[in-house]
């Protein structure tokens, strides 16, 4: 069956450091692929998506590109921020087309000042 | 635009009691779902709604939860009797709809049950 696997967290970066949370995925057929973020407190937010092989998507300085070779959606930001804490989570749509998300178990991240 | 509503957004009761959690989504949003979240763990569907009718229950536990979507708006997530390994986060989405793969789907904020 489908399904998403995301690094383990937490991941804890300085300010300005590089980010990059790994993400692989399986499925049959073409899925489209997703980023979401859950800030403290709050409800799951789109980051990111792609919805063919080699798309990248990207959205407040995060990117991530849709790497049908190797089943794979790593998220990397240049530059990260304290404010960019939170909890990320990939996802995929079922390949049925049925629009059911399957998502990872979520990485955490922790920037410092 | 307003976002999905969920309302309450905590919850505490004790085992066996019955208990319901309601979500309305963004305005002409055909597609809602319910989706149960385990702590550190990922988002699961319980059921997907296409207008009125559910069209993807099979992960929703039959035997004691029940859910609705009267008019095709609001919808209704009832637990009855609630177990202790209920407690969780239970997440409402919308989408446009039309079960397509690329649509986003738009979270509320969750209900928090803690079951004791």
């Known amino acids: 069956g489908n399904s998403v696997t995301q690094m383990e967290g937490p991941v804890t970066l300085s300010e300005e450091a590089f980010l990059t949370i790994n993400c692989t995925y399986t499925?049959?057929?073409?899925?489209?692929l997703f980023w979401y973020v859950q800030y403290p407190g709050e409800g799951l937010q789109l980051l990111l998506k792609?919805?063919?092989?080699?798309d990248k998507g990207s959205n407040k300085g995060f990117e991530a590109t849709y790497r049908k070779e190797t089943t794979s959606f790593h998220l990397e930001k240049g530059s990260v921020q304290v404010s960019d804490s939170a909890v990320y989570f990939c996802?995929?749509?079922?390949?049925?087309?049925?629009?059911?998300?399957?998502f990872g178990q979520g990485t955490t991240l922790q920037v410092k000042p | 635009e307003a976002g999905v509503v969920q309302s309450p957004r905590y919850k505490i009761i004790e085992k066996k009691q019955p208990v319901a959690f309601w979500c309305n989504p963004i305005?002409?949003?055909?597609?809602l779902y319910w989706y149960l979240q385990n702590l550190g763990q990922g988002p699961e569907l319980l059921i997907r709604?296409?207008?009125?009718?559910?069209?993807?229950d099979s992960q929703l536990p039959k035997d004691r939860f029940s859910a609705e979507r009267l008019k095709g708006v609001d919808s209704t997530l009832k637990i009855q009797p609630a177990e202790l390994g209920d407690s969780a986060v239970y997440l409402c989405?919308?989408?446009?709809?039309?079960?397509?793969?690329?649509?986003?789907?738009?979270f509320g904020p969750g209900t928090r049950l803690t079951v004791l």
């Open positions: 305005s002409g949003h055909n597609t």
């Open positions: 499925a049959t057929g073409y899925p489209s």
């Open positions: 989405a919308s989408s446009l709809g039309g079960g397509r793969g690329t649509d986003t789907q738009y």
């Open positions: 709604y296409e207008n009125e009718e559910a069209v993807d």
């Open positions: 792609a919805t063919k092989a080699d």
């Open positions: 996802a995929l749509s079922d390949t049925s087309n049925t629009g059911k998300l399957i």
